[in-house]
Each structure stands twice: as C-alpha cells, then as structure tokens.
C-alpha cells in the first residue's frame, strides 16, 4: 500500500499547489512541514508531482486521479511497483513510448499531444512542434562543461567516484540528471553546470574571438546566475567583463560564484534595463551580451509546472520587456561591437520577431548568425541566439 499513498499523497499535493512557487521549492517546503516522509518517500513523492505536470495541458478535463495515471503510464518506460494503482483496463505496459501512447489515444479518445505544448501556432519555424511535445515526458540530463586545462582532471574523479558520463565533446559531458557531483567535482572552478544548448554559444563567442580587433569592454547586461560570463571569459580570456542585473542579490551571488571561478576582475552594477536613464561605468562595450529575460519555454521539460501554469499573454509581455531591453543597450555598443541576443525561449515573437525589430531599429547592426539549438533532441534545453556586429556608425 506504501504506493498507493504516494499517490494519494500526490493527489493532495496537486490539488494545493497554485504555481506561484516553482515546483522544487513547494514540494521542499511540504517534506520540511513533514519529517515523516524519508528520502525514498520524497523521491516518489516528488516524481509523481513532475509526471503530472509532464502532462501540460493534455486531459485537463480529466479528474486529477486518472490524469496522474495516464501521467505515470506515459512517462515510465515499465510499470515497475506503479502496477498496483492500474486496474486491468489499462494496457500491457510497453517500453516503446509510440505504444503507450496509441493505447492512450483509445482509452481516452479527447488525448492529443498538441495538448501538451497548445501553443502551437507561437513557435519558432525551425521547431518540430511533436518532438518538442513529447520531450516533456522526459527528464533532461545535466550537462557539465569542463573549464579550460581541467579535462583530465574531471574526467578522472568522475571515474574514480563511478559516476557514468557521456563525452560529447572536449568540453561537454552528458549525466543521468540525479548524478551527486558535488562532493566528487569542485563546481565553477572545474566544472560549470551549464546546458548542452547553453553551452553552444561558445560558436557564438568564437566569431568575435577571432576577429583580428579583439573585443577588449564585454558587458553580460542581464547577467542572472551568471553561466554565460564564465562562458565568455573561458572563450575570449583577454576581456574586462561588467555585469549588471536588476537585484542586488543576483550581484551578491555573483561575487561568489566569480570567486570560486577564479573572475577576480570585474565592474558590476545594478540596472533596470527597460528604463533608458540608468547609470553605466563604460560608454561603450566591444560585445554586449543579452540573455533576456524570457519565457523561459526551452527549459520546460525541467520545470514542467511552468508549462501547465503558463498564460498565452505573457508571451507578448516578454516580447515587449525584450524590445525594450534591446533598445537601451544597443546604444551603447562600440563601433565594429558584436550585439549576442539569446533566449531560453522557442517562440517566435521572443526569438525571429526580435531578430527583425533589431535589424529594423538598427540598421547598423548587421546579422552574424542566428539558430535556434534545438535541445529537445537530445534531452536538453532549447535556446535561441543571434549575433549582430556594428558596421558602421
């Protein structure tokens, strides 16, 4: 019966939870309340709660019970010790997904996958809306990326510690997503977590690497955890880095984390980059990193209470913050200054949409390179990045 009140108590959980929280801290804030969940009732627990979500807006006419079901049935690949809560309607359990979900497709004829990601009609025109659909259903891996001169370092505690990895790269390594690094890994000095996706914006930063006038002021404008400026400084090195933010605390985190990354050097700032009047130590900057505040809808498949909760008009909001954002940074760019736009999105109006209102706005500024980098293939995040370069003044 001990599954039968995860599931019970699963239930109790969804019906609470409002999406006002993220998910991780809900559910933490829940275990904290309730010492009588050990660590195998929390992961249960917990998993349950992500497979509902998984779900997005698919079967929501459905009660909350069968909808957690159908959840756990799609996303587990065998039925495992979940078989006591199906009652013998259900199908034989099959490994194969495409079979889970034709049975779906029977047992509950209102069942589509558009369902899950409804938005369709918003997104990027290189997107497969069904394979973005159904990477939902599946965990992501945790990707590190290994800092420069630290591969065979890293890759000798890994196996020391016998924790399994994938190489991808040199320089990216792929984990099951609930590996324990931290105590085999010095985290940002050898190792930086970093999306497989996030971490491909090094082909970005290499353009402006290899320009024979070599970027000296770069300014990382929303600078948040901060992954991209150590990203930046392991690429182009010989750079005086700022970094701004709108909250003093993501600055304070900053400093830290720089300081486990050996970032001793660096001005920063807090900014409201929407409004245009807001003080700047440089005039002008070689390269102006703009990590927009976004959707967020390329991370989805990790936080998927973020896709059941989301409202279609918030799509426009962050087209707009964006619009703005780009609008008082670009100005100040230096002459020959690379422009790097990126989101965490896969909606057009953030990503192409942008792409136009820059070359619109600014017809100095001519485009590099863009790409969407599809992460839902190879179960990561999906982003979007476009780099421009000022031509003339």
């Keep these: 019966m001990r599954f039968q009140s995860y599931f019970n108590t699963s239930i109790s959980l969804i019906k609470k939870y409002d999406g006002s929280v993220p998910l991780v801290h809900f559910l933490k804030q829940y275990f904290s309340q309730n010492k009588k969940h050990g660590s195998k009732d929390r992961k249960f627990i917990s998993h349950l709660c992500y497979c509902y979500y998984?779900?997005?807006?698919?079967?929501?006419?459905?009660?909350?019970?069968?909808?957690?079901?159908?959840?756990?049935?799609?996303?587990?690949?065998?039925?495992?010790?979940?078989?006591?809560?199906?009652?013998?309607?259900?199908?034989?359990?099959?490994?194969?997904?495409?079979?889970?979900?034709?049975?779906?497709?029977?047992?509950?004829?209102?069942?589509?996958?558009?369902?899950?990601?409804?938005?369709?009609?918003?997104?990027?025109?290189?997107i497969d809306a069904t394979a973005l659909a159904l990477s939902h259903l599946i965990q992501p891996d945790l990707f590190l990326r290994i800092r420069p001169n630290k591969e065979k370092a890293v890759a000798e505690k890994l196996q020391t510690n016998k924790i399994s990895f994938k190489q991808l790269s040199s320089t990216c390594l792929s984990l099951p997503n609930s590996s324990k690094i931290d105590s085999a890994l010095n985290i940002d000095e050898e190792v930086v977590v970093q999306d497989h996706s996030s971490q491909r914006i090094t082909e970005f930063l290499k353009l402006p690497a290899n320009d024979s006038q070599l970027p000296t002021q770069l300014w990382d404008c929303c600078a948040a955890s901060g992954g991209k400026s150590i990203l930046a400084m392991d690429v182009l090195q010989n750079v005086q880095l700022t970094v701004s933010d709108v909250r003093s605390s993501i600055l304070q985190n900053l400093k830290q984390r720089f300081a486990k990354a050996g970032i001793k050097k660096y001005n920063s700032f807090i900014a409201d980059l929407i409004k245009p009047a807001f003080s700047i130590q440089h005039s002008t900057f070689n390269i102006i990193l703009c990590d927009a505040p976004c959707s967020g809808s390329g991370t989805w498949s990790r936080t998927p209470e973020q896709l059941f909760f989301f409202d279609q008009e918030k799509i426009n909001e962050y087209a707009a913050l964006q619009k703005k954002i780009i609008s008082n940074t670009i100005p100040h760019l230096a002459k020959d200054g690379y422009f790097l736009y990126i989101t965490c999105s896969v909606f057009k109006k953030e990503n192409e949409d942008a792409v136009d209102f820059i070359q619109q706005q600014f017809p100095s500024l001519q485009l590099i390179k863009k790409e969407l980098l599809k992460g839902y293939e190879i179960k990561a995040d999906s982003m979007f990045a476009a780099l421009f370069k000022r031509v003339n003044m």
């Excluded at 690949?77 to 979900?101: P, V, Y």
Aim: charged residues 30%.
């Design 54 to 126: 998984r779900l997005g807006h698919a079967l929501k006419e459905l009660p909350a019970e069968e909808k957690l079901k159908a959840a756990i049935y799609l996303c587990n690949d065998e039925a495992g010790e979940w078989r006591i809560l199906f009652d013998e309607s259900w199908n034989e359990w099959s490994k194969n997904l495409q079979e889970r979900i034709n049975f779906l497709f029977k047992k509950f004829p209102s069942f589509s996958l558009k369902d899950i990601f409804p938005w369709q009609d918003e997104l990027s025109g290189t």
